[in-house]
């Protein structure tokens, strides 16, 4: 019998396991991950060139610390933000999940805070982009405004696609020395009985004969984003309430650097929100990528989604970033995981399995585009393994406008962002629109069963997931303390 189960060794479980530890060094710990040891987790891609959709898992969102250890680990230092300046509005609600309905802004910076450094004492870096220009920042959120778009700023700290492999290996290195770590291990079930969660049924990721109960006081589902559609599953079989969240559809974005030379320099990263004519749906750029590289991820074994990264010692000529678009559905539809899958696979088939790419030119004619056409485009794609072809056919009417509309209006304030020779890549998708309904104790309406971080809604990247997982250390603490009392 464990005092804590934790399910999914991404960002936010490793952060339970690690304040936990901090708390309390009596507790029986167990950490679950369906994929490998971060010593453990490569890529293929780096030797064979192309995506080779490794199975069971993708080596890029399963394993320790998740799609974290391959991203480009930028830190979002929302606690530096002053009250009602731009990067209040991610910790309002307007994103980073629903991690607001709980917490005040002034509570939820003090927990980013401490997460912030815990991410130093493991070796993030210290430095800060974004925090010396501004009177340029200024001017831009001021020309912004003019093409009707908000420009939310805060600093980052970026750590590097290779760096931040190297600070998860010290922070699994810290926890093996204190909980038990099960790798390549995958829960197919939770163990529900009259309203109280007791354990988990888990099976080796690589051998389906070797199952085991596990039993557990607090157990806590951390399932990320590779996890959400089980976890919409396991909500529906066994009663969890959830509910639906917005899902977003979208692009990767790749232009020159020399187009981007300002706001890579002032900060880093530039986060654009905007509601463009005619749906007036929210429309947002995400996870900006300078002298980066695009990059692929696999989902349940099959879904192939575009994503990006940043080198701290690797660069290219060109920066990459997200244009996604919300889309909620209620009634009488209500499962935008399904129309988000949908959408992915429709095309990934057009694309024989990998990526779409695309010249923003060609859409813009109506046309799609050719392999050599793409050999002779200015802008030259850092992913060299997707199709050539025509992304409209599967992303939808409503979404392409919203994108280039969003496009349109970026170009006004930073000139060059619409030229034709520009690409784009799809689908990229980001599932978390499961919203399991939770207390102010992260607790479900099941007792003793949790939910946290990206794959249950809480929180969306890499800094609020990981403030979820303190937190509910801290939560679970003080549970503990009360049942010794």
């Known amino acids: 019998m464990y005092d804590v189960i934790i399910v999914g060794a991404g960002p936010s479980g490793v952060m339970t396991a690690y304040e936990l530890i901090q708390k309390r060094r009596d507790l029986k710990i167990l950490l679950i991950e369906q994929g490998h040891s971060i010593k453990k987790r490569f890529c293929p891609r780096e030797k064979m060139g192309k995506c080779i959709n490794c199975k069971p898992v993708c080596n890029i969102t399963a394993g320790f610390s ?4 391959f991203s480009d680990g930028k830190l979002n230092s929302y606690h530096l933000s002053n009250t009602g300046v731009p990067g209040d509005i991610y910790l309002g609600g307007n994103d980073g999940g629903y991690y607001r309905k709980y917490y005040d802004i002034e509570s939820i910076k003090d927990v980013i805070k401490y997460t ?14 974004g925090t010396e220009y501004q009177k340029e920042i200024s001017e831009l959120q001021d020309k912004a405004v003019e093409a009707d778009l908000s420009l939310v700023t805060f600093p980052i700290r970026h750590i590097g696609t290779e760096k931040t492999h190297e600070l998860f290996t010290r922070i699994e290195d810290y926890l093996l020395e204190h909980i038990e770590i099960k790798f390549d291990t995958e829960v197919t079930d ?23 109960q596990i039993y557990g006081k607090h157990i806590v589902l951390a399932v990320g984003r590779e996890g959400a559609h089980w976890l919409f599953g396991v909500c529906q079989n066994k009663g969890i309430n959830s ?3 917005p899902i977003d559809i979208g692009i990767r974005y790749e232009l020159p650097d020399s187009v981007m030379k300002d706001v890579n320099k002032y900060l880093y990263e530039a986060k654009f929100i905007g509601r463009v004519a005619p749906f007036k749906d929210k429309v947002r750029t995400f996870c900006q990528n300078p002298s980066g590289f695009v990059s692929t991820e696999v989902y349940d074994n099959k879904i192939v989604l575009a994503n990006g990264h940043s080198y701290k010692n690797k660069k290219s000529e060109n920066t990459n970033l997200a244009i996604l678009v919300s889309h909620n559905f209620k009634t009488p539809f ?3 995981l399904d129309y988000g899958r949908n959408v992915a696979e429709n095309l990934n088939q057009l694309g024989n399995g990998k990526l ?33 072809g025509d992304i409209s056919f599967a992303l939808g009417y409503r979404t392409m406008t919203d994108i280039i509309n969003t496009i349109k209006a970026i170009d006004k304030v930073i000139p060059g962002f619409a030229n034709p ?13 499961n919203v399991v309904e939770i207390n ?11 939910c946290i971080g990206d794959g249950g809604g809480l929180t969306t990247g890499l800094i609020m997931a990981s403030a979820s997982g303190i937190q509910m250390g801290r939560i679970i603490d003080s549970k503990i303390k009360g049942e010794l009392c």
């Open 66 to 69: 998740g799609a974290g250890a």
């Open 243 to 245: 509910s639906s969240g």
């Open 334 to 336: 209500d499962r935008p």
């Open 421 to 433: 020779d520009n690409l784009m890549y799809g689908p990229e998708i980001k599932f978390y629109s």
């Open 116 to 129: 912030d450094e815990v991410y130093l004492k493991f070796g993030a870096e210290p430095k800060l982009e």
């Open 440 to 450: 102010h104790d992260f607790e479900t309406n099941v007792k003793n069963l949790y």
């Open 356 to 388: 779409v790419v695309q010249r923003l030119g060609d859409l813009l004619n109506g046309k799609r585009t050719w392999d050599h056409e793409l050999k002779n485009n200015s802008v030259v794609p850092t992913l060299t393994d997707a199709t050539a």
């Open 190 to 212: 939770v163990e529900i009985k009259e309203g109280i969660c007791s354990g988990i049924s888990v099976v080796n990721t690589y051998d389906k004969t070797k199952t085991e």
